[in-house]
C-alpha cells in the first residue's frame, strides 16, 4: 500500500493494530503478529508480562521492541487514577515509552468506556507527557472534547469489546470520522475479515482487534486474513465506490454498437 498511517508524527505502512492476549502461549502470539502484518501491539500491562514480573517469560522475548511499536493499554481500569498509574509504570517498564492506549471502563459486564473518567484521564496524561490514543465511544461530541484534550488518535467501538458483532452503528462512526482531524482507529466489536473491510470502506484510518484474531479456530490464518481485509478496505475507501442508486439498472457494458435483431 502506498500511503501511510500517521500517528504522533510517526509512519506506518501497515493500518492493522493487534492486541497480544489471550492466546495459548507467546509463540502463538508471535506467529498470529507476523502474519498479521500489524507495526503496533498492545498489551495490557496489567495481564500481560513485560518485565514486571521477573522469573516468568516476557512478551519482550518473543516481540522484540525494536521490530514492532508496543501500545501498553489500560485493560483492566475503572477509575482515571488506576488508568494513570498504570501507564506511568508502563512508561517505566518500556524505559521512557510515551505511545499509549486508554481505556477506562465503565463496567465489567459490557465492558463499555466511562467517558467522564476516561477525559479526566487523558487530559492528565497529555500534561504528563503521553501521546495518548484513546478507546471511547462512538460519540463525536465526545471525540472532539477528547481530540481538543490532545490525544493524538481516537478509537470509537463498532460493538462490544470481545463480542465479534461488528459494526453496529455506520452512521455515528462516520460523524467521528467527519467531525476529528486526528486519526480514527475502530477498536472492539470486529469478528472477521468483512467487519474490518467494513470499517476501512468508511473511511477509518486503521482497526484494532484482539479477540478476533485470537479466539479464532485458526488465530495465524484469521491474521492473514484481516491483513488482506485492512488493506482491501483501504483501497476500496481511496479507490472510491460508485453511488448507489435505487431502482435505477445500469448495464455493466456499454449498449452502442451491439447487434440488434433487426439488423439480423
Not at 500491562?45 to 525494536?66: H, M, V
Not at 472532539?144 to 462512526?173: D, F, K, R, T, Y
Not at 475479515?193 to 479466539?215: I, K
Request: charged fraction near 20%.
Amino acid at each position: 500500500m502506498s500511503d501511510s498511517l500517521v500517528i504522533a508524527g510517526k509512519s506506518y505502512t501497515s493500518r492493522l493494530l493487534i492486541g497480544t492476549g489471550k492466546y495459548k502461549d507467546f509463540a502463538e502470539t508471535r506467529a498470529a503478529v507476523e502474519a498479521s502484518g500489524a507495526q503496533i501491539v498492545t498489551v495490557a500491562i496489567r495481564r500481560t508480562n513485560i518485565g514486571q514480573n521477573r522469573g516468568e517469560p516476557s512478551l519482550l522475548e518473543f516481540l522484540a521492541p525494536s521490530k514492532f511499536t508496543y501500545l501498553p493499554n489500560t485493560a483492566g481500569c475503572y477509575t482515571a487514577q488506576d488508568a494513570v498509574r498504570t501507564l506511568r509504570l508502563a512508561r517505566e517498564l518500556l524505559d521512557g515509552h510515551d505511545l499509549v492506549k486508554l481505556e477506562v471502563l465503565g463496567d465489567p459486564h459490557t465492558l463499555y468506556p466511562n467517558m467522564p473518567e476516561t477525559l479526566k484521564a487523558a487530559e492528565q496524561l497529555v500534561k504528563d507527557g503521553f501521546k495518548v490514543m484513546v478507546y471511547c465511544s462512538d460519540d463525536p461530541i465526545q471525540a472532539q472534547m477528547l481530540e481538543a484534550a490532545g490525544c493524538v488518535a481516537v478509537m470509537p467501538l463498532a460493538s462490544l469489546i470481545g463480542s465479534g458483532m461488528g459494526i453496529l452503528n455506520p452512521w455515528n462512526l462516520q460523524l467521528v470520522i467527519d467531525r476529528v482531524k486526528v486519526p480514527v482507529l475502530v477498536d472492539a466489536g470486529v469478528g472477521t475479515a468483512s467487519d474490518a473491510a467494513v470499517a476501512m470502506e468508511l473511511g477509518c484510518d486503521g482497526v484494532l482487534m484482539n479477540t478476533a484474531v485470537a479466539a479464532a479456530k485458526n488465530p495465524v490464518l484469521m491474521a492473514k486474513a484481516m491483513k488482506k481485509a485492512v488493506e482491501a478496505g483501504r483501497e476500496a475507501f481511496l479507490a472510491g465506490r460508485m453511488p448507489k442508486k435505487l431502482y435505477s439498472a445500469a448495464p455493466s457494458s456499454p449498449s452502442e454498437g451491439t447487434i440488434s435483431s433487426k439488423a439480423a
